[in-house]
């Protein structure tokens, strides 16, 4: 069975601090992973996935398989940050995803 | 492009009625998930469907509960004689079934009273 935690529900920082939200999952094959977030009053959407490699707003996230992880960091938080993030895992054939339970991000001025 | 779009937006049943939520892929997507979200909780996959199929349902209970994705019009969630546990945002995502990116609505938020 795949699973993916988030052991962080809420979390604050201070503008300009780094900012690093934890992702571990389970899962026994080669997984895809990917963070989506949801800003206040807007629908879910991706931020970025491992295959990508890529930065999107600044936040990058690396695949450590040895640690099944896939944290993901900002060196420098910005207010517009604040929103909920979700870390989610596909496996197998049916490309259906599998959602940490969320952490909610905080950015204070 | 419109997205994803699903209604209704909020819908109060009493006990033991019936819930339709329906959810209209973005153009071009023939690939349909549900998820549901109960309240302080994540996101839990329910059903994945293409046009006039289920794929996985997995994520389904076993009574009460049903989906579909007919060749025209929406997907449909149905649950049959609602209860107070069935209280929750019920998400659809829809995708090309290409890129592994999935496009979420906004949800429906049932209520039972």
């Known amino acids: 069975a795949q699973r993916v935690t988030q052991p962080e529900k809420l979390l604050s920082v201070f503008k300009g601090a780094p900012v690093e939200l934890k992702c571990n999952y389970s899962?026994?094959?080669?997984?895809?992973l990917f963070w989506y977030v949801q800003y206040s009053r807007q629908r879910l959407q991706l931020l970025l996935r491992?295959?990508s490699r890529e930065s999107i707003k600044g936040f990058t996230a690396d695949l450590n398989k040895g640690e099944t992880s896939f944290h993901l960091k900002k060196p420098f938080a910005q207010e517009e940050d604040s929103a909920m993030y979700y870390c989610a895992l596909e496996g197998g054939s049916a490309r259906q995803l599998t959602f940490g339970s969320g952490t909610q991000l905080t950015v204070l001025p | 492009n419109a997205g994803v779009m699903q209604n209704p937006r909020h819908l109060v049943r009493r006990r033991g009625q019936e819930a339709r939520l329906r959810c209209s892929p973005m153009?071009?997507?023939?690939?349909v998930y549900w998820y549901r979200q109960l309240p302080e909780e994540g996101l839990k996959f329910m059903v994945y469907l293409q046009k006039e199929n289920i794929i996985d349902e997995s994520g389904m209970p076993k009574e009460r509960f049903s989906a579909e994705f007919p060749k025209e019009g929406p997907s449909i969630l149905r649950i049959q004689q609602v209860v107070r546990g069935d209280s929750a945002a019920y998400f659809c995502?829809?995708?090309?079934?290409?890129?592994?990116?999935?496009?979420f609505g906004e949800g429906s938020r049932l209520t039972v009273l």
């Open positions: 491992h295959i």
């Open positions: 153009k071009g997507h023939s690939h």
């Open positions: 995502a829809s995708s090309n079934g290409n890129t592994g990116e999935l496009f």
């Open positions: 899962y026994s094959g080669s997984p895809e």
